[in-house]
């Protein structure tokens, strides 16, 4: 029997709360680089009653990405994708996360768009990243949402000389994430269906776990402490927010960026986690 498909790529927490509370009935694909991870989250979620097939799949490659995509359809019509995949400033050198978090996202949203189904839903993880760097100008903006995907890596804001460190990086293919999704959807829409971006502050999982012990940590720390929450977050709070896109209750809401940080990003720019000048 053919039955919608989920996709979710990145088999970790968040994903797998998103998937939990979207996903009761249909078929859910996971890819996950590691396969061990996007195994361990299918058991867990077929002993919750779950139908769910485990595969092995790389972000960064459009030709893993669309084996993913066409295994899927054996299935049934594509009809959500959460894209919760992605490498951390402490996990990887900035080559990596530009070519995973940035221009693998790009690549899948384009991929999917191309066979959602009319009604179809995604949502891919962006950060708060993406919100506390500075303003770009409006065209590099238009670079990160428009410039065809097999290009973007050579955009001259992308280079290594403009690219500071790994968490430069990061907030730059964040920051890309949000203008994607916007672009996206306006070819999304031509298909009836929608996607949109969430964007966590600091969410328990074991990518913040790395952080926390990183070489950032101390700064992560001081992050939740002084944010107006006073705590991380839990990728079940996450799921809250892509319930509300994915459901008929988000209708209306397509392109858009979900900040949910417990004010961190609010602490940052006019309470105490401004930088000093
Ligand atoms: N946890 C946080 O505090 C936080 C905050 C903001 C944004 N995010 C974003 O949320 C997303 C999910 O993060 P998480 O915290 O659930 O992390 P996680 O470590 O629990 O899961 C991430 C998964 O992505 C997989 N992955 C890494 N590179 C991949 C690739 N090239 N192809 C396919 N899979 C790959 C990993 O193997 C891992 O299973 C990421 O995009 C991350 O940047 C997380």
Redesign the pocket.
Known sequence: MKKDVMIL???????MAIARRMGAGMKIVI????PE?AQAIAKIMKDAGFDVEAME????SRASIKKLIAKAQEYGEIAMLVN?????PSQAPVEAILK??LY?TAVLLEEVGKVIKEGGVGVT?S??SGHRMPALTPEEDEQLACTPAEELLELDILQPKNIKDTLHAYQMAKRCNEKRVMAESVKWGEKGARVNSIS????V????IDEFNGPRGDFYKNMFAKCPAGRPGT?DEIANVAELLMSDKGAFITGADFLIDGGATASYFYGPLKPEA
Request: charged letters at 15%.
């Open positions: 790529t990145g088999a970790g927490q968040i994903g890819g996950d680089k590691k991870n799949m790389d972000l960064s919760a995949a992605g490498v951390s995973v978090d693998g993880i950060s708060q966590p502050g600091i969410v999982t074991p990518l913040a990728a």
